[in-house]
């Protein structure tokens, strides 16, 4: 019997519920502490909604992209424009998978899909300041804390329920020319 290979395609609108799925396990409830990148001692609540998976699906400036392996999602990224670069969010990795390679390949992907598909001569995210392991992982792999901070949207509980008072965004870049 074959194993089935691990391949990155595009996400379409059959896919979200998936994508949907997948990006709340890695990120919330006890399900994401499978994992080294929760944000559950963070935030409660949801990381995002149905509406928004699909308006990244729908956005023809952008990209979401999965990695799979055979029928099963193992990871998500979001790809859109913002100004000169390309924004990459909701990355989702399955929590008992994080650590093994499987975000490593899906961020290389993403990049070379925002070089060449949506010509893109720099990535930016933004990561929350707390999560410091993941600021270094993203550092390893040469993306640089810009200096620049955004603010978490409190009050807004479509991107969760703030369990501090005190996140912020930290901007990282990377040079993909």
């Known amino acids: 019997m074959s194993v089935p290979s691990r391949v990155v395609r595009p996400a379409t609108e059959a896919d979200a519920p998936a994508v949907l799925a997948l990006v709340e396990r890695a990120y919330r409830g ?18 995002t909604d149905l509406d928004d998976v699909l308006a990244a699906l729908r956005d023809p400036e952008g990209r979401v992209l999965l990695l799979v392996e055979g029928p099963r999602v193992l990871a998500s990224v979001r790809l859109s424009r913002a100004g000169d670069a390309v924004l990459l969010g909701m990355f989702a990795v399955e929590p ?26 720099r990535g930016r995210m933004t990561v929350l300041v707390q999560r410091t392991e993941l600021l270094a992982w993203y550092g390893r792999r040469g993306w640089v804390a810009t200096g620049g901070r955004e603010p978490f949207p409190y009050g807004n509980p479509r991107f969760g329920l703030p369990r501090r008072d005190d996140l912020e965004f930290v901007v990282l870049e990377k040079a993909l020319a």
């Open 30 to 47: 006890d399900v994401s502490r499978a994992g080294w990148t929760t944000e559950a001692d963070l935030l409660d609540g949801q990381r």
């Open 96 to 121: 008992g998978l994080q650590g093994s390679g499987v975000g490593r390949e899906l961020l290389a992907a993403a990049e070379e899909t925002m070089r060449r598909e949506l010509g893109a001569t």
